[in-house]
């Protein structure tokens, strides 16, 4: 069945410093991607999408780049700051279906 | 704009007793979706809706799990009898229109089974 898998489960970086988060999925009809921040107590909320004619999308400090033929797309957070820190979880969805199959979930921690 | 509201935020109850959640999205959003989250793990949807009809619920275990939603307005999602393995976050969402478009999400209601 559909899936998707993320990559790692937990990270901590230094404040400044970049966070990578890895999203790999197995349906090939996939074709909208997008990537939610939870904090403690709250619900998911949408940093970023990519759509799949779109190889790559930029939002000042956060960016999404997609590799359609390796089925993964990554989320890059740069100069990171103290409120990063929450769990980032990487979604995919298909025309026709439009449910969202999350990843498991990174825990960020951004050390001050 | 108001977001999706929940209610209620917590719940505990024995196993075996009947609980209800209700959600209310925001305003004009036509679809509107039900997520399980266990602790530790992404969100697993349960149900969606498309106005007040049913998309999908492949995923809703019917023997226990209802949902409904009236008027295509709020919407309740219903256990009975509750599992122990039914503890988790049940989270509401709701997007404006059927596509691949954002999904709202509320604070969510955490269920407490023992």
């Known amino acids: 069945g559909e899936n998707v898998e993320q990559h790692p489960s937990t990270l901590s970086v230094q404040e400044g410093d970049s966070a990578v988060i890895k999203c790999t999925y197995s349906d090939s009809a996939s074709n909208y991607f997008p990537w939610y921040k939870q904090e403690l107590g709250k619900g998911p909320q949408l940093i970023i999408d990519i759509r799949s004619n779109v190889g790559e999308k930029k939002d000042q400090r956060i960016a999404v780049t997609l590799n359609k033929t390796a089925k993964h797309f990554s989320l890059h957070i740069t100069e990171t700051q103290p409120e990063d820190s929450a769990v980032y979880f990487c979604a995919a969805s298909k025309s026709g279906t439009y449910k969202y199959i999350f990843g498991t979930g990174t825990r960020l921690k951004v050390l001050a | 704009e108001a977001g999706v509201a929940q209610s209620p935020r917590y719940k505990i109850i024995e196993k075996r007793q009947s609980v209800a959640f209700w959600c209310n999205p925001i305003s004009g959003h036509a679809t509107l979706y039900w997520y399980q989250q266990i602790l530790g793990q992404g969100p697993k949807l349960l149900i969606q809706?498309?106005?007040?009809?049913?998309?999908?619920d492949s995923q809703l275990p019917k023997d226990r799990f209802s949902a409904e939603r009236l008027k295509g307005v709020d919407s309740t999602l219903k256990i009975q009898p509750a599992k122990l393995e039914d503890s988790a976050v049940y989270l509401c969402a709701s997007s404006l229109e059927w596509g691949n478009t954002e999904a709202f999400f509320g604070q969510g209601t955490r269920l407490t089974v023992v």
């Open positions: 809706f498309q106005n007040n009809g049913v998309v999908d």
